[in-house]
């Protein structure tokens, strides 16, 4: 990946919320949901802020005094992880000089981590609306 890349979070097809510093991301599609907690939470938010590869790295090198190969390996590899689910989409940018890195709070910088879930798939997939007669829902018989 170039740093020069920057990904778009893929919303047609996936909702995302933080509960409680935990990232929380679900497939409307299949039915998994995904959770990132730590370093892939604070990934996940500078990500959704349209942040290139380049000052995601910035970011996270300036909180947490890792090194930026560290840092650039471990971004990659989340992305690719990310890209492989289908959650976000990469988007080549032209080149804008350099990025503007936000401030993160000090933090300890550990390898990003996506726990994937799928038990709750029939749940999540469940659209009762398509599944009701004109009686509405519930329908008592």
Do not use: C
């Amino acid at each position: 990946m170039t740093i020069d890349t920057s990904y778009r979070i893929n919303t047609e097809r996936f909702a995302h919320e933080t509960v409680d510093a935990e990232v929380i991301v679900i497939d409307m599609v299949e039915g998994n949901y995904f959770s990132m907690r730590d370093t892939a939470a604070v990934i996940w938010h500078l990500l959704d802020q349209d942040l290139p590869v380049a000052g995601m790295v910035a970011a996270l090198e300036r909180a947490s005094g890792a090194s930026s190969s560290q840092v650039a390996t471990a971004v990659d590899t989340f992305l690719r992880q990310l890209m492989d689910e289908q959650i976000v989409q990469a988007e080549p940018r032209a080149h804008q000089g350099k990025p503007a890195v936000p401030a993160l709070p000090a933090m300890t910088f550990g390898v990003p981590v996506v726990e994937k879930f799928s038990e709750m798939q029939d749940l999540l997939t469940l659209d009762p609306i398509h599944e009701v007669d004109e009686t509405g829902w519930p329908h008592h018989h």
